[in-house]
């Protein structure tokens, strides 16, 4: 029997950095850090159903993720997945200390602004994953216009990340909408 999540930490720290990024990229990301430090990782497919898949360290992340199609998001952790929850709050509440990638799909409407996100409770867990996010953004484009597509109002948001996949749509014409509202990113950086 797993243990029972502990829904009361005494202080939570939260770490998120939006962008826009491919599937495949933030997936080629999640098996590298996970290759790379031996890491654990947990697949969820939020529709129809909600399923919960565990990919042990070393473990095929592709493959899990083709089992339990479609998946939306990504876990990784530094211990193993406990896989039985009955939803996605129960299962970051019981895998503490977990980094969470969301997966946006390329639909015909655009692609829309994903996440890179954590709350832990230790600090210096946090502090570490935020030192992977650092030095994976040396690949990453920086710099957006926000568009209200009603009004025309354009806001600069100079921290608004993007990666050459999403770079790469957005010069072909692919809109870029934010994770949730109307906005639209206009990336500061296509000629």
């Keep these: 029997m797993p243990p029972e999540p502990n829904l009361f930490y005494p202080e939570m720290m939260y770490f998120a950095l939006q962008l826009h990024a ?109 030192g992977l996010v650092r030095e994976t953004t040396d690949d990453l484009h920086r710099g957006a216009w926000a568009v209200d597509p009603q009004g025309g109002r354009r806001k600069y948001v100079s921290d608004h990340w993007h990666t050459p996949g999403a770079h790469e749509l957005a010069a072909d014409g692919v809109p870029m909408l934010a994770a949730t509202g109307s906005a639209i990113f206009e990336f500061s950086d296509l000629d």
């Design 22 to 130: 491919t599937r495949e990229e933030l997936i080629e990301i999640a098996a590298g850090w996970a290759a790379e430090h031996e890491l654990h990782m947990s697949v969820e497919r939020f529709f129809p159903d909600y399923l919960v898949g565990a990919v042990p360290a070393g473990g095929d992340l592709e493959a899990a993720i083709a089992e339990l199609d479609p998946v939306r998001r990504i876990c990784l952790r530094r211990t193993a997945f406990d896989i039985v929850a009955i939803n996605q709050i129960q299962h970051v509440s019981m895998n503490p200390e977990s980094f969470t990638i969301v997966l946006e799909p390329l639909s015909e409407d655009g692609l829309r602004a994903t996440a890179l996100t954590a709350r832990m409770g230790n600090e210096d867990a946090l502090r570490w994953w935020v």
